[in-house]
């Protein structure tokens, strides 16, 4: 099966009408506001960096030894909301976050995401597993600092980027044939078994 990487002209023809890839969709690249920096979003080259929203989930200090993604326990982890636009993420810890946008991913497209290089060079990781055809919904991030210091991460800015694949051959078993598990998330989903 071949794969092709989507340029910016098709990831738009995707994104176009009441059923469009991703929603709200930017079709610029936006790097400033209001004459200010930010950490750039929007369409690229051959991508799409979408945004973090402004709700997070972290762990807290807990008496509990071991986390279990079998036997998730959710009071260890709280809700917060960003304040002044963006939210401290403390030294060597790790905290969930989700995506502005939404996705609605074709039958023939895979999405790849990678942290943008402005936070990778202030020691925030980010892993997002890939946008399988036929997921829907809004990403879970899972982002991690690394560095020894707390770091600010804005809300409402670029925080991962997305390239899509295309493949020659639409699979025959998609992510919603198979009822995945994350289907149509509306926020921030904890593991699930």
Same mark, same amino acid.
Not at 81 to 105: M, Q, R
Not at 135 to 144: D, F, N
């Given at each position: ?15 176009? /009408? ?24 929007? %369409? ?9 929203? @402004?709700?997070?989930?972290? !762990? ?10 079998? +036997? ?8 917060? *909301? ?11 810890? !790790?905290?969930? /976050? ?11 497209? %895979?999405? %790849?995401?990678?942290? *943008?290089?402005? &936070? ?13 055809? *036929? ?6 991030? @899972?982002?991690?600092?690394? +560095? ?5 991460? &804005?809300?409402? @800015? ?16 998609? &992510? +919603?044939?198979? *009822?995945?598990? &994350? ?5 921030? @989903?904890?593991?699930?078994?």
């Amino acid at each position: 099966m071949t794969k092709m990487m989507m340029s910016d002209d098709e990831i738009v023809e995707r994104c176009v /009408g009441d059923r469009g890839m991703i929603k709200p969709f930017v079709r610029e690249h936006v790097s400033r506001s209001m004459g200010e920096g930010v950490i750039s979003f929007g %369409l690229s080259s051959y991508g799409y960096d979408a945004r973090v929203d @402004e709700t997070f989930r972290m !762990f807290q200090d807990h008496s509990q030894e071991v986390i279990d993604p079998k +036997a998730f326990n959710e009071d260890i982890v709280i809700e917060k *909301k960003a304040t002044n636009g963006y939210i401290l993420i403390p030294p060597h810890s !790790f905290v969930l /976050g989700t995506t502005v946008e939404e996705f609605d991913i074709p039958r023939d497209i %895979l999405g %790849l995401c990678f942290g *943008k290089s402005t &936070y990778r060079r202030c020691g925030i990781v980010i892993d997002v597993t890939p946008l399988e055809p *036929k997921w829907r919904g809004r990403l879970t991030l @899972e982002i991690s600092n690394t +560095a020894p210091l707390p770091v600010k991460v &804005y809300t409402g @800015e670029g925080l991962i980027q997305l390239v899509f694949l295309k493949a020659s051959h639409v699979c025959s078993q998609s &992510y +919603a044939d198979r *009822k995945g598990k &994350y289907q149509d998330q509306k926020g921030i @989903e904890g593991p699930k078994v």
